[in-house]
């Protein structure tokens, strides 16, 4: 389970297709970085990529 921190709410996702669509139409994210973390289709990569870019993130089993 993946939980994003937004500033009025959390979103939490089990699926990791939903993770990525929501977080390419939240905060537009794209390019050769991006699309790596979606082939990877891995929530350690997509938890790693929005660390690193400031998004508030917690990672749970």
């Known amino acids: 389970m ?3 921190q937004l500033e009025n709410e959390d979103k ?3 699926l990791f297709d939903q993770a990525i669509k ?3 139409e939240e905060f537009g ?3 050769e970085a991006w699309d ?3 082939k990877s289709l891995s929530f350690s990569e997509l938890y790693y990529f929005l660390e690193d870019d ?3 993130v917690i ?3």
């Open 2 to 4: 993946l939980i994003i």
């Open 59 to 61: 990672s749970k089993p």
């Open 22 to 24: 929501f977080c390419e």
């Open 36 to 38: 790596h973390v979606v």
């Open 54 to 56: 400031g998004i508030c």
């Open 29 to 31: 994210f794209e390019g």
């Open 12 to 14: 939490e996702f089990d």
